[in-house]
C-alpha cells in the first residue's frame, strides 16, 4: 500500500506561492508513487481542508507555510515545516527530505523543521507581517476606492455649454443625495482600512488578542485631534504601532497569569493592557513627531510631482524596477507597500483630487511583466526554448494575466541573472511610461486585463494602459530573446518535418 502525505501550504499574501507550493507538491508526491492531499490557506480563506480522517491516516505530514499555521490538530504524526519556496523549487527532493527528518508533532523536546515545538521563534520577516496586513486591507482599498471614484464622477457639475463650474453634490436631485452618500462610505472606507491594516499586523505577530489594540491605536495615531496637529501618521505610523502592540502583547502573553484569571487573559485583561499602553505611546511618545515627518514626505513628494516634470516618471521606473526585481520577495513588496501606503495616506489627507497615484500606479502596471515577457519571449524566440519552457511558459502567462509576478519565478531560478536583468528593464519601462501619462490606478488587477477589470484614469480609455503594460512586456521578451544566445548554451534545435 502507498504511503499518505497531507500537506498544507500558505503564503504572506495568499495569492501566488500558495497556489504554486500546493500544485509542485501534488506533482511531485503522484510522481514518487504517494498518495497526497494539500490544503491551501489562501486569500480566500483554507480550501481543500485536511478531515481529521485524512490526518490520522496520513504517514507524513508536510506544512510549506510562509506564515505561521497552527499544528495542533497533527499531535502524534511526524510533522515536517518548511517554507513555500522549497516546495515550489524541488517537491521531489523536499518530500524525500521529509520523510527523513519528520519529527512526531507533540513528543516533548522535539524539533520541526526549524521550529522547536513549545516556542514561538518562527522566522517571519517584517515583510511578512506587513504583507499580512495588506491582505486582509486589500478589499477595503478596492472597495472603498471605486465608491469615491464613481460618485466623483457625478460631483463635477457643468453649466449648459458643458464646461466644469464646481465640484459638489448637487443633493437636491436624488442621484445627487446618492452620490452624496456613496462619496461618504469610501471616505469612510479609507478612514477605516489604515486601523483594519495594523489590527491583522498585529494579528500575524501575536494572534487575536492584539487586533483591537492595533486597530484602536492606529486610528489614534492617524486622528489629528487626538494628536493635536495638522494631520495624522498615516500608513507608517500604523506600521509603527502594529509592531508595538503585537510584541508587547506577545510578551504579556508569556507572563505566568494566575490560573483563575486565565479564562479572561486574553479577552480582557491582554487587550485593556495593551490599549492603555498603546493609548500612551501614541499621545505622549512618537504621535507627534511621526505625524510631522509623514506631513513634511508627502508634501515633498507632492511638490516633487507638481515643480519637476521628470519626478513621477523616475519615481514610476524606480517602482516598476523594483517589482520586477525579486518577484514576490522582499524588494518587490516594499515597492507595493510603499506604493499602496503613499496612495492611501494621501487619499486620506488630501481627497481624491490631491492623492499621488505615482508610485502605487507604476507598480501595479510593472507587476505583470515578468511573467508575461518570458511568455511572449517563447513565442517570438521559439527556437530558443524547449517544449518544457514553453509548458512552464503558459503557466506564466496564466498568472501574469491576472497579475501574479511570481509566475515567473522558475525562469529567474534557472537563468537568474539574465532573468532578472530583463525583468528589472521591462519593469522599469511599464512602471516610467504609465506615470508619464499620469494614469491613475484606483483598483483592479495590474496586468493588460486591468483596464477592463477595474478602473484606471488614463488619457487614452482603455488603451494608454495596455499601450504602457505592453511596453514593458515587449522590452522584457525582446531582452530574454536577445541575451539568450550569451548563455552557455545552445538554442533548441527543432527539426525539420
Not at 85 to 105: G, N, Q
Not at 114 to 128: E, R
Not at 137 to 151: E, H, N, S, Y
Not at 363 to 383: C, D, E, M, R, Y
Request: hydrophobic share 50%.
Amino acid at each position: 500500500m502507498s504511503k499518505k502525505i497531507v500537506a498544507v501550504t500558505a503564503c504572506a499574501a495568499g495569492i501566488a506561492h500558495t497556489y504554486m507550493a500546493a500544485e509542485s507538491i501534488e506533482k511531485a508526491a503522484k510522481k514518487m508513487g504517494y498518495e497526497v492531499k494539500v490544503e491551501t490557506n489562501g486569500a480566500i480563506g483554507a480550501e481543500n481542508v485536511l478531515t481529521p480522517e485524512e490526518i490520522e491516516n496520513a504517514d507524513l505530514v508536510l506544512v510549506a507555510s510562509d506564515i505561521k499555521i497552527d499544528p495542533i490538530r497533527f499531535t502524534g504524526k511526524p510533522l515536517y515545516v518548511t517554507k513555500s519556496i522549497p516546495a515550489i523549487e524541488d517537491s521531489e527532493a523536499l518530500i524525500r527530505k521529509a520523510f527523513a527528518e519528520a519529527e512526531v508533532f507533540g513528543k516533548k523536546g522535539s524539533k520541526v523543521g526549524n521550529i522547536q515545538i513549545g516556542n514561538d521563534k518562527d522566522k517571519v520577516t517584517f515583510l511578512t507581517h506587513v504583507m499580512s496586513g495588506i491582505s486582509y486591507m486589500v478589499p477595503m482599498v478596492i472597495a472603498a476606492g471605486l465608491l469615491l471614484t464613481i460618485a466623483n464622477l457625478y460631483a463635477f457639475q457643468r453649466d449648459d455649454l458643458g464646461r466644469i463650474v464646481k465640484w459638489g453634490f448637487d443633493n437636491t436631485t436624488q442621484m445627487g443625495f446618492l452620490m452624496e452618500k456613496l462619496f461618504y462610505v469610501g471616505q469612510m472606507g479609507f478612514k477605516l482600512m489604515i486601523p483594519l491594516f495594523a489590527g491583522f499586523v498585529a494579528n500575524s505577530i501575536a494572534d487575536k488578542p492584539a487586533i483591537a489594540p492595533a486597530m484602536i491605536g492606529a486610528y489614534l495615531v492617524n486622528d489629528p485631534e487626538f494628536l493635536g496637529t495638522e494631520a495624522g501618521g498615516g500608513f507608517i505610523g500604523a506600521i509603527i504601532v502594529a509592531f508595538i502592540v503585537g510584541y508587547m502583547v506577545k510578551g504579556l502573553k508569556k507572563i505566568k497569569w494566575p490560573k483563575i484569571v486565565m479564562p479572561i487573559v486574553p479577552i480582557m485583561i491582554i487587550p485593556f493592557i495593551a490599549t492603555a499602553v498603546i493609548s500612551l505611546i501614541v499621545l505622549y511618545i512618537i504621535g507627534n513627531p511621526i505625524s510631522v515627518g509623514m506631513d513634511a514626505m508627502y508634501n515633498g513628494l507632492t511638490n516633487l510631482n507638481n515643480n519637476y516634470a521628470g519626478a513621477p516618471i523616475i519615481i514610476g521606473a524606480i517602482c516598476g524596477a523594483m517589482i520586477g526585481f525579486d518577484l514576490g520577495g522582499p524588494i518587490n513588496k516594499t515597492a507595493l507597500v510603499f506604493g499602496t501606503a503613499i496612495f492611501t495616506d494621501t487619499m486620506t489627507k488630501y481627497g481624491i483630487e490631491g492623492a499621488n497615484f505615482v508610485p502605487g500606479t507604476a507598480t501595479q502596471a510593472a507587476i505583470s511583466v515578468a511573467p508575461l515577457g518570458v511568455w511572449l519571449a517563447t513565442i517570438l524566440f521559439k527556437n530558443k526554448f524547449s517544449k518544457d519552457e514553453k509548458i512552464a511558459a503558459s503557466a506564466a502567462f496564466g498568472m501574469g494575466i491576472v497579475g501574479v509576478t511570481e509566475g515567473a519565478i522558475p525562469f529567474v531560478a534557472a537563468h537568474p541573472v539574465r532573468m532578472i536583468f530583463s525583468n528589472v528593464v521591462g519593469s522599469a519601462v511599464a512602471g516610467g511610461l504609465i506615470s508619464a501619462t499620469g494614469s491613475k490606478f484606483y483598483g483592479g488587477i495590474g496586468s493588460p486585463l486591468g483596464t477592463f477589470i477595474g478602473y484606471i484614469e488614463q488619457p487614452i480609455p482603455f488603451v494608454t494602459w495596455i499601450l504602457c503594460v505592453c511596453a514593458g512586456i515587449l522590452t522584457t521578451a525582446l531582452l530574454i530573446g536577445f541575451t539568450r544566445g550569451i548563455e552557455f548554451k545552445k538554442p533548441v534545435k527543432v527539426k525539420a518535418k
